[in-house]
């Protein structure tokens, strides 16, 4: 049975759906300057600080496994509302933590309570598509980047002129604020209706839909580099001060979000596959040109350009994932998603591990060939073009 929902209130419920995808960019945007701090704070070093970004993201793929059963029993809105203001005081708490072991209990959480967030967010646009009965996956995301962006510029800024204790309360102010003016106006979902379909095992079987979370995987990886390893890249190795850090994450997040936006027109325009091949290149480019940058502010640039490839790779694979034949598009993009955040939130913390040995540059360069890789599979996407 489907709701009745009038379309005024579809529309209301996309703009608080995309102040969501706001907040939530914006909580790991304010995050990204904080990460060096993290160092001298608790006197550990890169290993160290691998293994705890290595608890966020595993926090956050472990709580997704369950996402899915909460939405199937209480409705995306109701799951995205709770775990939305569950988030609000999570980067407080891994700021002020004391010691070490409470930092990696409030890192673990962060990232679960981001990561189901996350899924609800995505599951609740699939919803707004059907109502309004067009694509809006690509700006939801770009609204994603644009939260990420002003929360790493404002982020660094607020630390070098508050504290990081004080910049951490103002952007939990923010999230709130976003959060709490969207709830209202989130639309509800159809009831869930049983299938009898539904497959024994938890992900498809198909080699070429693992193809697709290992194309995903390389894809998202270096969003996650930069994230959680470009404010300390600009600082320990480029010399760059705390403000000027957080800009290589803000610039990379604020490419995206400007490229997200212009996401389906460009697909509709040079195709799927043409799309991701040419987007993975230019991605490559950025990251290679990072990788050799002589100062702060080319490293930055070099940032904004790979931001400017990432920015619509996943967007093509998670439509070709729910175009594949022979599986329900649920389990398709379940399975391509699983692969994707494993390389935005799990993959970044062993890049610790290697660039305390290798150096930052070397590393930013194999994450490069990353990129290379998925535009020689480009072609694998075609399934996109059903979409």
């Known amino acids: 049975m489907t709701l009745a929902i009038r379309m005024d209130d579809v529309r209301r419920g996309r703009w608080a759906l995309a102040a969501m995808f706001l907040a939530n960019g914006f909580a790991m945007g304010s995050w990204a300057p904080q990460i060096p701090l993290i ?79 996350d899924v609800a967010m995505n599951a609740q646009a699939v919803e707004v598509e059907r109502r309004l009965g067009r694509a809006i996956m690509s700006s939801s995301h770009g609204f994603w980047s644009l939260g990420a962006f002003a929360g790493g510029s404002l982020g660094g800024v607020l630390i070098a002129r508050l504290g990081p204790e004080a910049a951490s309360l103002v952007a939990a102010a923010v999230i709130g604020m976003l959060v709490l003016a969207a709830m209202p ?103 290679g040109l990072a990788a050799a940058a002589p100062t702060p502010g080319i490293a930055i640039a070099a940032f904004a350009l790979a931001g400017l490839g990432v920015a619509n790779m996943i967007p093509v694979l998670f439509s070709a994932a729910g175009n594949h034949p022979g599986v329900s598009a649920g389990s398709g993009i379940a399975l391509v998603t699983m692969f994707g955040y494993s390389g935005i939130l799990v993959a970044p913390g062993t890049i610790g591990f290697v660039a305390e040995r290798a150096g930052f540059r070397l590393t930013y360069a194999a994450l490069a060939l990353l990129l290379l890789a998925v535009a020689a599979l480009a072609h694998r996407a075609r399934m996109a073009e059903r979409g």
Do not use: C
């Not at 691998?50 to 809105?77: D, E, K, N, P």
């Not at 775990?83 to 002020?96: E, K, Q, Y």
């Not at 697709?212 to 010399?239: N, R």
């Open 185 to 287: 106006a989130l639309i509800p979902g159809d009831p869930p209706a049983p299938r009898q379909d539904t497959p024994r095992g938890l992900l498809p079987r198909d080699p070429a839909l693992w193809l697709l979370g290992m194309m995903s995987l390389f894809s998202m990886v270096p969003e996650g580099a930069v994230l959680e390893w470009g404010a300390l890249y600009l600082s320990k190795q480029l010399g760059a001060g705390v403000a000027v850090a957080g800009l290589g994450f803000a610039f990379f997040a604020g490419a995206m979000a400007v490229l997200r936006f212009a996401g389906d027109a460009v697909r509709n325009r040079f195709g799927a596959v043409r799309t991701l091949r040419v987007s993975a290149l230019i991605g490559a480019a950025g990251l």
């Open 39 to 117: 160092l001298p704070r608790h006197q550990i070093g890169e290993t160290v600080l691998g293994l705890l970004i290595l608890g966020l993201g595993l926090g956050a793929v472990a709580a997704m496994t369950f996402s899915g059963r909460l939405i199937a029993l209480y409705g995306a809105r109701a799951v995205l509302r709770f775990f939305a203001l569950s988030l609000i005081l999570t980067l407080p708490a891994v700021v002020f933590s004391p010691g070490l072991g409470l930092l990696a209990v409030t890192m673990a959480a962060f990232g679960g309570l981001a990561g189901v967030m």
